[in-house]
């Protein structure tokens, strides 16, 4: 019998290392059957169980000695989807051995992998994950504190695709990720920034409910303002400056093609997103914020909560300064729809938030910039002639045709929400 499942240990590795000599696809899959039924037999005996562990390491080797390691990936694949149907517990020494192997061959940037290769290594370790997900994420999280920038962005990369993945294990630990990955707010590497970004996207396309936590999306707006004071500082080189102009683009993007008909997005972003609209170092997101809050008004979310609303120790740990009020809120927006130099789709996203949000402004204007904002709206793109009385492209003009509601009045009163909010950003 030790001899039978000697020869059997034998002919398993032979096939793993030569399945790829096969031609058609069927031989293949043949070939991946017979490796799985093998796999299924050498597990059951201790001695043998250990020779097919000890083989494992020995077929990941070559990732030390060749340049070329798309073979190598493959065959490994070949083992893992076997192994993972099979009910056996890989050692945890071989496990990390392996896992090491593989996310080594993928952060070292020394190596040229191709698109192809990089997502055979990225199926590798999402092949781990399934088999022992509680080990490959605590490895990934303690790659996050790694001093090598390949290595931490290669991490988060990979549990990116783990959120993407949608496998049960991941909806689970999501939120113990999401706060490992809050260690790397106030990285200051470029590549650092951007995977933290990418991993945000991807979190928040794949379960919002996940992340009920504001800090995800709220790391977009620090981060957008972030970029926003390193150019302003003027001391950047010329390529520093695109990075950076590339970061504060990559934030817009997040945040304007974010779902919010997803499960959880509205109680995640309203009302919070009014909290970004008056400070000035996030202008530039007043246009997918437009797009978020434009979304959820056309669902009817806009009154599934008020400001007030909201967690008291939130507010008074995140913003200071003063408050946030109906008359704050429409100066802000009235200056960026008015100004000639904020650019005219800037202008239209702070036209398009007066007219979704008129509720949270005064109860009587609603009718008459439901009418005139989608002509200045038109004007902005050409479609009007400039020059009607009151529709100047000006700060003036604007001002004129959208306050006439509110004429004679000295201050402006909500119609709903009465609760002031400080505005982040902001001296009194």
Request: proline share 4%; with cysteine; net charge negative.
């Amino acid at each position: 019998m030790e001899q039978i499942y000697q020869n059997l240990s034998q002919l398993f590795f032979s096939v793993l290392r030569n399945w790829q000599d096969c031609k058609e696809e069927k031989d293949k899959q043949a070939v991946l059957g017979a490796v799985a039924a093998m796999m299924a037999v050498l597990l059951q005996e201790e001695l043998c169980r250990e020779h097919v562990w000890e083989q494992l390491l020995w077929l990941v080797h070559p990732y030390q000695e060749v340049q070329d390691t798309c073979r190598v990936t493959k065959s490994l694949i070949v083992f893992l989807e076997a192994l993972e149907g099979v009910q056996s517990v890989i050692p945890k020494d071989k496990f990390l051995a392996i896992t090491s192997a593989v996310f080594y061959q993928l952060s070292d940037d020394t190596k040229e992998h191709s698109e192809a290769d990089r997502a055979e290594l990225t199926h590798c370790i999402l092949l781990q994950a399934r088999i022992c997900p509680e080990e490959t994420v605590q490895f990934l999280q303690s790659q996050l504190g790694a001093d090598r920038e390949a290595g931490c962005v290669a991490a988060l990369g990979l549990l990116a695709a783990l959120a993407r993945s949608d496998e049960p294990m991941m909806t689970e630990k999501l939120p113990q990720v999401v706060e490992a990955v809050q260690c790397l707010r106030s990285d200051p590497r470029i590549q650092v920034r951007r995977a933290v970004l990418h991993f945000i996207k991807d979190v928040l396309s794949a379960n919002a409910r996940s992340c009920s936590a504001w800090d995800v999306v709220g790391h977009i707006f620090s981060e957008f303002s972030r970029t926003t004071g390193r150019r302003a500082a003027g001391d950047l080189s010329a390529q520093e400056a695109q990075e950076e102009g590339a970061l504060q683009e990559l934030c817009m993007d997040i945040l304007g093609s974010l779902d919010v008909s997803a499960s959880g997005m509205t109680k995640l972003l309203w009302p919070r997103l009014l909290l970004y609209v008056v400070p000035a170092q996030y202008t530039g997101m007043l246009i997918p914020v437009s797009r978020c809050v434009q979304a959820l008004a056309e669902r009817g979310d806009l009154m599934v909560r008020e400001i007030e609303d909201l967690d008291p120790h939130f507010l008074s740990s995140m913003f200071q300064g003063p408050l946030l009020t109906p008359q704050t809120l429409m100066a802000r927006l009235l200056v960026v729809a008015g100004s000639p130099f904020a650019g005219s789709k800037l202008q239209a996203a702070a036209l398009l938030l007066m007219l979704n949000l008129h509720s949270k402004i005064h109860r009587a204007v609603g009718a008459m910039w439901a009418a005139e904002i989608p002509l200045l709206l038109q004007c902005l793109q050409g479609k009007v002639l400039v020059g009607r009385e009151g529709w100047r492209q000006g700060r003036g003009g604007v001002k004129m045709e959208l306050c006439s509601a509110a004429e004679g009045k000295h201050c402006l009163q909500p119609s709903t929400c009465s609760a002031a909010v400080p505005i982040p950003g902001r001296q009194h």
